[in-house]
């Protein structure tokens, strides 16, 4: 009956072998280089009803293996990529929105708002 009982202490590196474990199943995952719409979800960080409109409207770059969508993670880097110099792009071309002034007719105070509903 040895080892049938845990002690506390035992509990603690459980948890960690189990978080450790966890943490390469991860790392695994994100390192493959051919990933399922699960796998590549959760690698763009957005849910895998999104990911497959995106692939239905042909935005992300991602083939059909079978009957499977999937995705290269080289593509999908190279994607995002793009995708963030062509925001960039637009952001630095779009002219400034100028702020209206600030009116200071009225008061800011909880009073001066109460007055302002008329």
């Known amino acids: 009956m040895e080892g049938a009982i845990r002690g506390p202490e035992n509990s603690g590196a459980e948890k960690d072998s189990v978080d450790q474990a966890r943490k390469l199943a991860r790392d695994y995952a994100d390192s493959r280089e051919v990933m399922n719409i699960r796998q590549a979800s959760q690698y763009l960080g957005v849910s895998p009803d999104t990911l497959y409109k995106y692939v239905g409207e042909q935005k992300i770059p ?3 293996l079978g009957n499977r969508w999937r995705f290269k993670k080289s593509k999908l880097d190279q994607w995002m990529e793009e995708k963030s110099v062509q925001i960039e792009a637009v952001s630095k071309n779009k002219p400034k929105r100028r702020r ?18 008329n």
């Open 62 to 64: 991602a083939f059909k």
């Open 100 to 117: 209206r002034p600030l009116d200071r007719s009225r008061s800011q105070t909880a009073a001066g708002f109460a007055g302002a509903t």
